[in-house]
């Protein structure tokens, strides 16, 4: 979008420009017996036209964001409902997380992204999936909590399959963290208790974590009412996902 803009408004300027050129070489060619008067007030009022259109291409770049912008709403409306055959639900748990014989492949492709990928991580251990570019591991990361439906294999918490539990439930023991960090608008507690979290810091006499950001060394981790604005403070991906406890904790990124 900021490319058709940079591209789309000096084009539109050449044009009017160019325009304005060859009016003004026609009016002085044709002029016949317009007077000095007629022709300085045809000259101001042609003058003053490239204003109003360019103010017009800047409308059109801020209505190209918002079809752009609505087309990812609509798209994000008209995704069917998740699967969700589960019925196992556990007040909590421990955080095995077992991986037998792993593999996916995305819908409507035929190239197998994930094959027999088998590891165990134990409750409190760190396991760290390392590989190139695109060789599966945020779609490994991403089928935990059930973002997509594996095909063979299985993947066990605590002993059961993440099919069987429901997929709320599921998701409320595991804490992700992905690689680009979102910000509100909005208090520190806030950023760090959203959703189901939402009333979380007011049932709790814990602190949130520190902050750890170049531009926010000087704010206290106790000053949770302190407003952001988004692309003002950073937080650390790792202390955003550290705020509360989860025993599954899935990152892209190491903790600092």
């Not at 017996?33 to 204003?51: E, F, N, Q």
């Not at 752009?68 to 699967?83: H, N, R, T, Y």
């Not at 027999?116 to 390392?130: R, Y």
Request: neutral net charge; aromatic residues 6%; contains cysteine.
């Amino acid at each position: 979008m900021t490319r058709t803009g940079s591209i789309y408004t000096p084009m539109l300027q050449l044009v009017i420009y160019s325009a304005m050129a060859v009016l003004m070489f026609l009016v002085l060619y044709m002029r016949g017996d317009a007077s000095a008067g007629d022709l300085v007030a045809y000259i101001t009022l042609a003058g003053l036209l490239p204003k109003p259109i360019r103010q017009l291409s800047e409308v059109s770049s801020t209505v190209q964001r918002g079809v752009a912008g609505a087309e990812s709403i609509f798209e994000q409306l008209d995704e069917p409902c998740e699967v969700d055959h589960g019925n196992v639900t556990r007040e909590s748990v421990n955080g095995r997380l077992e991986v037998q014989g792993l593999d996916f492949t995305y819908p409507g492709t035929d190239k197998q992204v994930l094959h027999g990928i088998s590891f165990v991580a134990e409750p409190g251990q760190m396991v760290a999936l390392v590989g190139r570019s695109g060789s599966g591991k945020s779609t490994l990361a991403a089928l935990i909590p059930r973002f997509y439906q594996h095909g063979q294999g299985q993947i066990l918490l605590d002993g059961v399959d993440v099919q069987d539990y429901t997929l709320l439930n599921l998701r409320q023991h595991i804490a992700q963290v992905t690689q680009q960090v979102t910000l509100f608008s909005d208090t520190v507690a806030r950023n760090i208790a959203y959703g189901d979290l939402a009333d979380a810091l007011a049932r709790t006499s814990r602190p949130p974590p520190r902050l750890h950001s170049p531009r926010a060394s000087s704010i206290s981790c106790r000053k949770v009412s302190t407003r952001l604005w988004a692309k003002t403070v950073c937080c650390s991906p790792a202390a955003s996902a550290s705020a509360w406890p989860s025993p599954v904790h899935c990152s892209r990124t190491p903790p600092c």
